[in-house]
């Protein structure tokens, strides 16, 4: 499954279809359950936060809790890029699970 878009289909000088104005489409959490999504960590502070990305509306959720690998570790700093699986706590709610770092520092 790749990236959703929309885009306006046009003629190009050489008398081709060709996608113009094309923008990526923002989906809701819920709707990528079970994918793997690049962001930022937007906060994280006692052991939760949230990760934002141009892959959905909104922040994500993300907690140790649901990230064992991460205990241990330094706590992620806003800012930082990641990856994670978008899946769902207890309650079905959508949560980052699988997070890793991808580089770059973050805030200071």
Do not use: Y
């Amino acid at each position: 499954v790749g990236t959703s878009v929309s885009f306006t289909m046009s003629m190009g000088s050489d008398g081709k279809r060709q996608a113009t104005n094309v923008t990526m489409v923002q989906r809701e959490p819920l709707e990528l359950v079970g994918q793997t999504v690049h962001g930022s960590v937007r906060v994280f502070a006692n052991a939760h936060g949230f990760i934002v990305s141009p892959a959905f509306h909104g922040d994500l959720f993300v907690g140790i809790n649901g990230n064992a690998h991460l205990k241990g570790q330094q706590p992620l700093v806003a800012g930082e890029p990641v990856q994670c699986v978008i899946g769902t706590d207890g309650n079905g709610r959508a949560e980052a699970t699988r997070v890793q770092r991808t580089g770059g520092g973050g805030a200071p």
